[in-house]
């Protein structure tokens, strides 16, 4: 059984980075882990991050653009 974890981060989320390098550190099982990082669309600040961290296993991100 895997455990999935959903993340929402937005408008300037200066604790992204902060969040994946601690889960990563205590995150010992990764077959069992799950997270999805589902992040705003218009936010641009993010998008260094994300690229750091695309790829790894276990680490799904996704764009949410509501277009409101």
Same mark, same amino acid.
């Given at each position: +059984? =895997?455990?999935? /974890?959903? !993340? *929402?981060? $937005?408008?300037? *989320?200066?604790?992204?980075?902060?969040? !994946? %390098?601690? @889960? +990563?550190? =205590? &995150? $010992?099982?990764?077959?069992? @882990?799950?997270?999805?990082? +589902? @992040?705003?669309?218009?936010? &641009?600040?993010?998008?260094? /991050? /994300? #690229? #750091?961290? &695309?790829? !790894? *296993?276990? /680490? %799904?991100?996704?764009?949410?653009? @509501? =277009?409101?």
């Amino acid at each position: +059984m =895997k455990l999935s /974890i959903l !993340l *929402s981060v $937005r408008k300037n *989320s200066k604790f992204l980075a902060k969040f !994946l %390098h601690n @889960y +990563m550190e =205590k &995150t $010992r099982h990764w077959d069992d @882990y799950e997270l999805l990082v +589902m @992040y705003s669309a218009q936010d &641009t600040w993010n998008e260094e /991050i /994300i #690229a #750091a961290f &695309t790829g !790894l *296993s276990g /680490i %799904h991100f996704f764009k949410e653009d @509501y =277009k409101l």
